[in-house]
């Protein structure tokens, strides 16, 4: 696996709260990206950033925002918690467009 | 925006014989198609992608088809093992930074 971690890998929170997951890459890839995975619903794309303090939207990033200040480190924030935001979220790295994606871990999100 | 659409949500087959899963997109500008395979409780990985230039792929055991006319793809795996048994995922991308993902379809190899 490349060198992909996310934290936390578990976590638990009420509905409202503010929630940051983190990911980290060893790889200096250049592309970095935040899904979720929802039963029937497969890999949907959150936020993705192309470069340092470079992000866009993806189809579901409503509730969602993003930052990355290093090449290293992608963070995912949920402004306010819901249960509709309850899920696996994956981060992803790449080099380059339209090549091999290299997904972390994943962390499992559950809010009450 | 791209649209991709997976059939059949689950396979089972009887090891040793072949699996296809079917993906089709609506843009016909897509031009970068990949399939990724999750093991349970594991992250995915991509085991095989096809460009647009390409009409068929294959690796091993793994071959990937391209219709672009009508504007499909097919995952073939031919002579399954219970390490197949997995959820696998296609994916389109249409010249950008960005994939769109089926819904995935849950592989079962009965022993």
């Known amino acids: 696996d490349a060198g992909i971690t996310q934290s936390p890998r578990h976590k638990v929170t009420e509905t409202g709260t503010p929630v940051t997951l983190r990911c980290h890459q060893t790889?200096?890839?250049?592309?970095m990206y935040w899904y979720r995975q929802d039963p029937g619903h497969g890999l949907r794309l959150i936020h993705y950033?192309?470069?340092?303090?470079?992000?866009d939207k993806g189809e579901v990033s409503d509730g969602y925002s993003v930052s990355r200040s290093k090449t290293e480190d992608f963070l995912l924030t949920l402004e306010s918690a819901t249960s509709s935001q309850t899920s696996v979220y994956f981060c992803?790295?790449?080099?380059?467009?339209?090549?091999?994606?290299?997904f972390g871990p994943g962390t499992r999100l559950l809010v009450l | 925006g791209e649209n991709v659409e997976q059939h059949p949500s689950t396979l089972s087959v009887q090891e040793g014989d072949s699996a296809v899963i079917k993906c089709t997109y609506s843009?016909?500008?897509?031009?970068?198609f990949p399939w990724y395979k999750q093991e349970l409780g594991k992250r995915p990985q991509l085991i095989i992608d096809?460009?647009?230039?390409?009409g068929e792929k294959k690796d091993q055991r793994i071959a990937v088809t391209l219709n672009k006319t009508a504007k499909h793809f097919s995952l073939h795996i031919t002579e399954t093992q219970p390490e197949d048994s997995a959820v696998y995922f296609c994916?389109?991308?249409?010249?950008?930074?960005?994939?769109?993902f089926g819904t995935g379809t849950r592989l079962t190899i009965i022993p």
């Open positions: 992803a790295t790449g080099p380059r467009i339209q090549e091999t994606q290299y």
């Open positions: 950033s192309y470069g340092v303090k470079d992000t």
């Open positions: 790889e200096n890839h250049r592309y």
């Open positions: 843009d016909s500008a897509s031009n970068y």
């Open positions: 096809i460009r647009s230039n390409v």
């Open positions: 994916a389109a991308s249409m010249r950008s930074e960005k994939l769109t």
